[in-house]
C-alpha cells in the first residue's frame, strides 16, 4: 500500500458490518435500509433486464433514460435547469462521482476545504489526487460551520471546497444564510466546490437548497447525488454528477477510466424513481422522522447526550454521560454487552479529540428493530 493511503486499510463500515454479521447484532452502523426500495422500481430492473435494455456496455455518460431523468429532478424540486447531454453523468454511485470529481480537477499540493467530521471516501480520495485536507471542524453540541474560521483557512493554495449537506454523520442541513456565505467565500476567492447531496431528501428540520443554485455558483459547482439513500436501493450503485459543460465533462474524462460504465439495466430502473410522486418522497421522509425521534427517544432513555439530527438517518451521540470515554473502544465492545453495532464518530476526524467520544447510530430499519435496540441499549446503565 503506498504512503498516500496509509492508515486507510479497511473501512469503517467494513469492520463493523462483519462485526455485526459475526455477532448477530443489530446493526445501526453502516447506513443501509433494512427495507428495499418501491416494489415497482424493482419491477423496473427486472424489465431492463428480460427486455435486454443495458445488459452490455451503456454510453459513458449514462442511458439518456436516466440523464433525461435526472435533469428533470434538478428542475422538479430546486428548478435548476440542465441539458442532460452536456450536464448530467452517471457514475458508480455518489463514491465514484467524488472520486472522479476530487482526480479531474486537483492538482498535487491543492489544498481543499471539508467540513469535518468527514465522510470516509473524502479523505482517501483527496490523498489518491495527492491534495491536500484542510478541515473546517463542526463542533458539538450544534455542529455548525464557524464561517470566521472557513474564511481563515482560505490561502492561494485552496482550489476547492467539498461541502456535504444534509451532512454525514452530525445531521446538519446548512441553512440558506451559511450556503449564501459559503458561496460568497467561494466567488471572491475563486474556488471551484463539490457538493455532496445524497441526503437531499431527507431533511426533517429546515430544508435543502442546493448551493448551485445560489448566484455565481452555477459556473463553479459540481453537484453530486445518488440513488442509494432517496430510493432505499444502496447496493445498485447509482449515482450522478449535474454541473457546467466543462466541469462535467472534466469529472466524465476521470470516470472513463475508473469503471468505464456502471449498471445498465439499474440505470433505467432508476430514471422511473426519480419520476415517483411527490407523496413517495414525503412519505419516505415522514417515515424517516418517525424513525428519528423513535431512536432519539430511546438513546437519550439509555443515558446517551443526543444530538438531534436536522437530516440524513444518522444519529450522533455522546457517551460521556454513561461514564465512557473512547467511543472506537465502546463500539467494539458494544456488540458482546448488548448486541448492537454503532460505528465510533473518531474515524471521521483528524481531530481526533474533538470526535473522540462521539459514537453514530443508523435509524433507516423497521420501527421493531429499533424498538429492539433501544431495550438492548438500555442494559447498558
Ligand atoms: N456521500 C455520503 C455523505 C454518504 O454518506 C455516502 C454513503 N451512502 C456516499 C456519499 C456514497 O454514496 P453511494 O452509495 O451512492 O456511493
Ligand atoms: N454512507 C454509508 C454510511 O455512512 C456507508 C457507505 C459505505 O459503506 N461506504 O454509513
Redesign the pocket.
Known amino acids: 500500500l503506498n504512503r498516500r493511503l496509509e492508515g486507510m486499510g479497511t473501512t469503517i463500515f467494513a469492520e463493523m458490518s462483519a462485526l455485526a454479521t459475526a455477532t448477530g447484532s443489530i446493526n445501526l452502523g453502516q447506513?443501509f435500509p433494512d427495507t428495499d426500495g418501491p416494489e415497482e422500481v424493482r419491477e423496473a430492473a427486472v424489465r431492463a433486464l428480460r427486455e435486454g435494455l443495458g445488459n452490455q456496455y451503456p454510453p459513458g455518460p449514462g442511458v439518456p433514460e436516466l440523464r433525461a431523468a435526472i435533469a428533470e429532478h434538478q428542475q422538479r424540486f430546486y428548478g435548476l435547469s440542465h441539458d442532460p447531454d452536456t450536464e448530467v453523468l452517471v457514475t458508480a454511485?455518489?463514491?465514484e462521482a467524488?472520486a472522479a470529481a476530487l482526480l479531474a480537477l486537483l492538482e498535487p499540493g491543492d489544498e481543499v476545504i471539508a467540513f469535518e467530521p468527514f465522510?470516509d471516501s473524502y479523505a482517501a480520495c483527496i490523498a489518491m489526487a495527492g491534495a491536500v485536507r484542510v478541515p473546517l471542524t463542526l463542533r458539538a453540541p450544534a455542529f455548525r460551520p464557524d464561517l470566521d474560521e472557513l474564511r481563515s483557512l482560505i490561502t492561494p493554495r485552496t482550489r476547492l471546497l467539498l461541502v456535504?449537506t444534509p451532512h454525514?454523520p452530525t445531521g446538519t442541513v446548512l441553512t440558506p444564510e451559511e450556503l449564501a456565505a459559503v458561496a460568497e467565500l467561494a466567488v471572491e476567492h475563486d474556488l471551484l466546490v463539490i457538493t455532496?447531496e445524497?441526503y437531499e431528501h431527507l431533511v426533517f428540520t429546515g430544508a435543502h437548497h442546493p448551493l448551485a443554485a445560489l448566484p455565481g455558483m452555477r459556473e463553479r459547482t459540481v453537484a453530486i447525488s445518488?440513488a442509494?439513500?432517496t430510493f432505499s436501493f444502496?447496493g445498485w450503485?447509482v449515482?450522478w454528477v449535474t454541473g457546467t459543460p466543462a466541469l462535467v465533462s472534466a469529472v466524465r474524462t476521470a470516470k472513463q477510466y475508473l469503471t468505464y460504465v456502471s449498471a445498465g439495466p439499474f440505470q433505467y430502473a432508476v430514471a422511473e424513481a426519480l419520476r415517483l410522486p411527490d407523496s413517495y418522497y414525503a412519505d419516505f421522509r415522514a417515515d424517516l422522522h418517525r424513525k428519528r425521534d423513535l431512536l432519539a427517544a430511546g438513546l437519550a432513555a439509555a443515558g446517551f447526550r443526543v444530538f438531534e439530527p436536522q437530516g440524513t438517518y444518522f444519529i450522533t451521540t455522546d457517551i460521556t454521560p454513561l461514564g465512557e470515554k473512547d467511543g472506537t473502544a465502546f463500539c467494539r465492545t458494544l456488540p458482546e454487552r448488548c448486541g448492537v453495532v454503532a460505528i465510533p464518530n473518531a474515524v471521521f476526524y483528524d481531530d481526533t479529540e474533538a470526535g473522540l467520544s462521539q459514537v453514530r447510530f443508523a435509524f433507516c430499519k423497521r420501527t421493531e428493530v429499533l424498538e429492539e435496540a433501544v431495550e438492548r441499549l438500555h442494559g447498558l446503565r
Open positions: 447506513g454511485g455518489a463514491t467524488i465522510y456535504n454525514n455532496d445524497v445518488s442509494g439513500k444502496t450503485k449515482g
